[in-house]
């Protein structure tokens, strides 16, 4: 029990590192991304396990695809290109699906941002997109890695009337360019 508990928080740690490296700083494991985000896959193996921190082989990546608890990484077909599906900083074009939205999505913010959110609205800042949730508790999660959150609604029905555009990734998170302070409302949660 206790050596499957150990395998699976390596597992993670692991992950987290593969994040990193397909979605900010490919150079941290010595490789490169293509223009849609891929890796090769025998180049991030060998490059990970360069590093010394890590111990990383083909059957160990399939599982962390497999079991990641967001879905956060793709193969190619064959298995032999691996890319994040969303959350880039680097500028690379991962073939987002355009897709019309909800009419109310959420951001979870850190109280800290919100009287900056309140005055420009939500911009990127080091990634690609803003990135929204479909529910109020996930945009709480995600708010809570800032400290304190705050919740925003977001009128998307407003946005896409006003000609914004919406994607959603492979593994369902969904993205926008920006929103300007007029399209958000802050919610009061209990
Ligand atoms: C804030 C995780 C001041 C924004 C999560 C956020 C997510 C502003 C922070 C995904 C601002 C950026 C992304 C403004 C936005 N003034 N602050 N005008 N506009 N901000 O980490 O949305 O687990 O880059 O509110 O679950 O927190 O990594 O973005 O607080 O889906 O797969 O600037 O990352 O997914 O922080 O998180 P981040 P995020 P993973």
């Known amino acids: 029990?206790?050596?499957?508990?150990?395998?699976?928080?390596?597992?993670v740690k692991t992950g987290k590192f593969?994040?990193?490296?397909?979605?900010?700083?490919?150079?941290?494991?010595?490789i490169s991304l293509d223009e849609h985000g891929w890796a090769e896959?025998?180049?991030?193996?060998?490059?990970?396990?360069?590093?010394?921190?890590?111990?990383?082989?083909?059957?160990?990546?399939?599982?962390?695809?497999?079991?990641?608890?967001?879905?956060?990484?793709?193969?190619?077909?064959?298995?032999s290109l691996i890319r994040a599906n969303q959350g880039h900083s680097i500028p690379v074009d991962v073939e987002l699906e355009q897709k019309a939205p909800?009419?109310?999505l959420y951001h979870g913010t850190g109280e800290k941002f919100a009287s900056s959110i309140d005055r420009e609205g939500l911009i990127p800042k080091s990634r690609l997109y803003v990135h929204l949730s479909s529910d109020v508790e996930t945009a709480v999660k995600v708010g809570s890695r800032h400290g304190r959150p705050v919740v925003y609604e977001v009128d998307?029905?407003?946005?896409?009337?006003?000609?914004?555009?919406?994607?959603?990734?492979?593994?369902?998170?969904?993205?926008?360019?920006?929103?300007?302070?007029?399209?958000?409302?802050?919610?009061?949660?209990?």
């Open 18 to 30: 593969l994040s990193l490296i397909l979605r900010h700083h490919p150079e941290a494991a010595g």
């Open 1 to 11: 029990m206790e050596m499957i508990h150990t395998m699976a928080v390596d597992l």
């Open 41 to 79: 896959v025998d180049a991030l193996i060998g490059g990970v396990n360069r590093t010394g921190n890590y111990h990383l082989d083909r059957e160990t990546l399939e599982e962390i695809v497999r079991s990641n608890n967001k879905q956060r990484y793709s193969f190619n077909a064959d298995h």
């Open 102 to 104: 909800p009419d109310v």
């Open 156 to 190: 998307c029905a407003k946005m896409a009337a006003d000609g914004y555009v919406f994607y959603l990734s492979v593994n369902k998170v969904w993205l926008t360019k920006r929103v300007p302070a007029a399209y958000l409302r802050k919610r009061e949660e209990k």
